[in-house]
């Protein structure tokens, strides 16, 4: 007999806690802190070749080079430099259970809100042709739906294997 379905309530417990909000084309999304390492300002970023669109190419870090993501482009967003636009350094778990840190582009960052389980749902069926493996779930907070996101499944597989077939 299979096992039963996760209810709702165990599922969104475990998505309880704090989110950094951040602004992608005037929507928020969420990315829980324990993933941010820091937020740096909008650098010179060195271009890659033969890498996705939405890898802008690499940082120096204080020594380390990290990949830069562009969430904008990622998602099919209008991506527009602005005074606020930023770079969210996160750590990123790969498939290999090995750690990487990447740099996120996003429009600007809001607030770090703490969430309960009880404003958080899980993500909508939005048909078979979405994907929404990347997507933790979606958060009410002060009135506003904002989303959360995966960031290991957003920008882990396939910019790792691209920077790494660079490398």
């Known amino acids: ?25 005037n929507e928020a999304y969420g990315i829980a802190v324990l993933k941010v390492r820091e937020i740096i300002r ?3 970023i060195t271009p890659v070749p033969q890498m996705p669109e939405f890898v802008k190419g690499v940082i120096n870090l204080r020594g380390r080079v990290i990949p830069i993501v562009d969430l904008r482009s990622k998602f099919g967003l209008k991506a527009e430099f602005a005074e606020r636009t930023c770079i969210v350094v996160v750590q990123v778990k790969l498939p290999n259970e090995q750690n990487v840190q990447m740099g996120l582009i ?16 899980p993500t909508p069926d939005f048909g078979t042709r979405v994907d929404t493996t990347y997507l933790l779930g979606m958060a009410k907070v002060k009135g506003q739906v904002k989303t959360l996101l995966d960031i290991d499944r957003v920008v882990a597989p396939e910019t790792v294997q691209a920077m790494h077939a660079v490398a």
């Open 1 to 25: 007999m299979p096992a039963p379905a996760p209810t709702t309530t165990s599922a969104t417990t475990s998505l309880a806690g704090k989110y950094l909000t951040v602004v992608l084309d």
């Open 42 to 44: 909008m650098q010179k």
């Open 106 to 121: 996003v429009d600007s960052v809001e607030e770090v809100v703490t969430l309960n389980a009880n404003e958080i749902e």
